[in-house]
């Protein structure tokens, strides 16, 4: 009876989200309007054949902030524990929407560093393929879970808890699959960390590197003799494939000798160009208050004082909001100036906000020495987010295509074979149908030793990614 209730409850939101975007979109171009259904569609689809299920698997699967594996309780402060060590270990079944598959899972709860250099814990989970052949060879998926809720992260869904935000690691399980029956070992860390910083770019790549350490040096994940490890990630993926590859040479030398190639798509280039993008767009305008709350979690700074009566409102509901509620939580047409107060109509009025921005420029922690393979959408008009913004230019609706390109171009200028591909017909979500498609054959190449493509002569000139400046 409880479960019927949840899943005509689930029926009812989706349902008002529907009429919703029918009426937004009535003036709107015949393809935005079938990619709003499509989208709309598959939301039903979830909401309707997982989530009625979610309270009895949640009752069965403790949550990462319940569950004792998840924290660490030694002696030993953390600080004089070396990041990537193991500090617990757990073997279970890999779990998809809460059903065990015959794929071992060994689950690392591991010593890392948040986005001030403080010491923190994460878990990663390291897939066991059913059959291997020769020395084991290592793929970093890195998910695009993309929450600020700790309950949505991959470990959580893999351990069989199922969240609403948890679905996505549920989807990711078929572009994981192909890596497990190739015979590859797939590790998926908890990108985010512990308290779910959404956007903080750098931790990203510190708990990468460390769930790759970690991985390598447990007993139980079964990796000695491992030479080779590539990674990929799609959007919030992305975030910690781009960071983890250009902090690895400093951060972590012993895994950076490793890696054969990175690629990612859908890239979050300059954070502070993206609120502007998508500020009062149709449907990413919601992902502006996630990002800032993220943003302030991981620094530690408090953004409220900043902030409007009806941005606080915001800010209070999106504190544990996965990217599916930023997306149809009723926040289109969201702007800046709406969250804040009179005097910070923009956010470089707000001089800790310009400090904390500056830090998430990519390219700004070091060089990759891994081929790169890197793809971008353009036509961001399909989801309702204007392309003609000055300084901006094209995006996929949530990502700036020139910001990609260069950071791209500079890559290339120290060096680093770099393959770029711009779709400019494609948005955010078809854009990763048409990168996954490349990624997986682009870096079974770079195990095989093969050449590394590159077009670095052939990128376009993009916007610059100049530091704002500071009072």
């Avoid at 939101?13 to 709003?36: F, H, K, M």
């Avoid at 590790?187 to 308290?195: A, F, K, S």
């Avoid at 009179?342 to 400090?355: C, G």
Wanted: aromatic share 8%; hydrophobic share 40%; net charge neutral.
């Amino acid at each position: 009876m409880e479960q019927d209730r949840c899943g005509s409850g689930a029926r009812r939101a989706t349902a008002a989200v529907a009429v919703r975007s029918a009426r937004r979109s009535g003036a709107g171009a015949p393809r935005r309007r079938l990619r709003r259904r499509v989208f709309a569609g598959l939301v039903v689809l979830l909401l309707t054949t997982v989530l009625p299920v979610i309270p009895a698997a949640q009752a069965a699967v403790p949550t990462p902030q319940t569950d004792p594996f998840y924290a660490y309780q030694g002696a030993t402060p953390l600080s004089d524990i070396a990041p990537g060590t193991v500090l617990k270990t757990r073997t279970l079944d890999y779990h998809v929407a809460g059903l065990p598959l015959p794929v071992r899972a060994v689950q690392l709860l591991y010593r890392s560093t948040g986005m001030l250099g403080q010491p923190t814990v994460n878990v990663t989970s390291v897939l066991e393929p059913l059959f291997r052949f020769g020395p084991p060879r290592v793929i970093s998926y890195q998910s695009f879970y993309d929450s600020l809720n700790p309950a949505d992260e991959p470990s959580y869904a893999i351990s069989g808890g199922l969240s609403f935000g948890g679905l996505i690691p549920d989807v990711e399980s078929l572009l994981i699959a192909p890596a497990l029956l190739a015979g590859f070992t797939v590790v998926v860390p908890d990108t985010e960390g512990e308290t779910a910083d959404f956007a903080a770019g750098p931790e990203y790549g510190y708990n990468t590197l460390d769930s790759l350490r970690a991985a390598l040096a447990s007993p139980a994940a079964g990796l000695w003799g491992t030479s080779q490890i590539g990674m990929l990630g799609y959007s919030g993926g992305a975030i910690a494939t781009e960071w983890a590859s250009e902090l690895a040479p400093t951060y972590a030398p012993s895994v950076n000798r490793m890696l054969v190639g990175a690629t990612y798509g859908g890239v979050l280039v300059d954070p502070a160009h993206n609120l502007h993008y998508v500020n009062g767009s149709a449907l990413w305008a919601g992902v502006m208050p996630m990002a800032l709350i993220g943003i302030s979690r991981a620094f530690h700074v408090a953004l409220t004082p900043y902030l409007s009566a009806y941005g606080q409102q915001v800010f209070s509901n999106l504190q544990n909001a996965s990217i599916v509620q930023g997306l149809f939580g009723g926040y289109s047409g969201l702007t800046f100036s709406q969250l804040t107060k009179p005097q910070y109509q923009v956010p470089e009025s707000i001089p800790v906000y310009d400090r904390l921005a500056n830090q998430l420029i990519m390219g700004t922690g070091g060089t990759p020495t891994t081929p790169l393979l890197i793809d971008q959408g353009a036509n961001g008009t399909l989801d309702g987010t204007p392309n003609a913004q000055p300084g901006i230019g094209p995006g996929d609706g949530v990502m700036i295509a020139g910001d990609v390109r260069t950071l791209a171009r500079e890559y290339c200028s120290r060096g680093v074979p770099v393959q770029y591909n711009q779709f400019d017909s494609l948005d955010h979500i078809l854009t990763a149908v048409a990168w996954v498609v490349q990624a997986y054959t682009w870096l079974i190449g770079r195990f095989a030793g093969l050449p590394a493509p590159s077009d670095c002569g052939s990128i376009a000139p993009g916007n610059s990614l100049a530091p704002i400046p500071v009072p």
